[in-house]
């Protein structure tokens, strides 16, 4: 392979020539022993004519284009969550087109779709019932689209409710109105800032105690917990605590292997951000699960986590950055632009570490394509 010269963090230039080594299957059929669906992310329209601040415009056939690559390799697909840019780019009528069109392929595979309260103005909120009202008209469009509703965190509901029977009131109102189990996203403030202290506590003892007493009651509305804290004991500790029948979906994007394979009484599903990139892995990984072979599934799978941990480094609210690029560098798109200008979230000496590191984990489908292309990107940063 031709060498490429990536800049580092010391201001050194490493030479580098890609390995190229994919070991992964093309498709696969959905896992029988765990529930897994890759967070997807959107394509930007790149010849469209608009600001970060406008309107952005979507590229529906290479969006579209990628989550037949999820279905292709068993994985659902889970839509217009924030690996999609919501709260960063994509605003809720085109988040609402995106899980129609995504819907209306659906015969290909699951899909689970988010709801939440983007559709106000931010501060416009007056009451709780202001909330209902919006996260009712969410939930209503995906279940009419055919999803699975996740309900997703809501900034409004963050900055109004002020205790526990604020956020009891409103998820048990949002729970009586849906028609069928969802899933509940608690995403931490390492995602979005303007959700900490979300169920009303800023600690994660009462946090979870709030968190689980809805699910206690509503139980058979709820289908199970995607937790977005990165943090392996909390998950553990609250998945351990859920009432029989509610699912945790992993969204420890630093250790998904461990909270995945589970301990000997219990084990996390996975709905996740990073197998967005790291869906032929995934999908390799949990055949080997299906088959009762856990260290063949962390040997499968474990090599992608040192690339996740850079792609969700802090500020980690700008991870999706790398998951475009990593899509880019393999080929699902044909240029390095993101809605609402989001491709500038990080710098070319993290997009070259991440280069490197998806190399290393064999997540390179051409080694080829993928050095050319870096190798364009760091040109127009100067680094010939």
Known sequence: MTAIRLPQSDGSVLSYAAHGDYPYP??????ASRIAYAAA???ADPLADVTPAGRPSIDWDATLAFRRHLWSLGLGVAEALDTAQRGMGLDWSLARELVERTCAEADRG??????????????????????????????EAVEAAGATVVIMASRELCRIASTP?????????ILAGVSRPVVIHWLGEAFDPELA??????????????CLAIVDQHASKIDGIKLSLLDQEKEVELRRRLPAGVRMY?????DYPTTIAGDREHHSDALLGAFDFAAPAA?????ALDAGDVAEFHRRLDPTLELSRHVFSTPTFYYKTGV?????????QSHFKMVAGLESGRSVVHLATLFRLADKAGLLRDADLATGRMAHVLALAGVE
């Open 250 to 254: 992993t969204g420890d994007d630093f």
């Open 41 to 43: 992310h959107v394509v």
């Open 197 to 210: 202290g979300y169920w009303a506590s800023a600690d994660f003892e009462g946090a979870s105690a709030t």
């Open 324 to 332: 475009v690029f990593l899509a880019y560098l393999n080929g699902f």
């Open 283 to 287: 999908a390799w990984s949990l055949e």
């Open 165 to 173: 029977e604020d956020y009891a009131a409103v998820y048990g109102k």
């Open 110 to 139: 699951a899909v689970v779709a988010g709801a939440q309260t983007d559709q106000l103005v931010p501060g416009s909120a007056r009451s709780l019932d202001d909330v209902v009202a919006a996260y009712a008209q969410q939930c």
């Open 26 to 31: 093309a498709s696969a059929t959905p896992a």
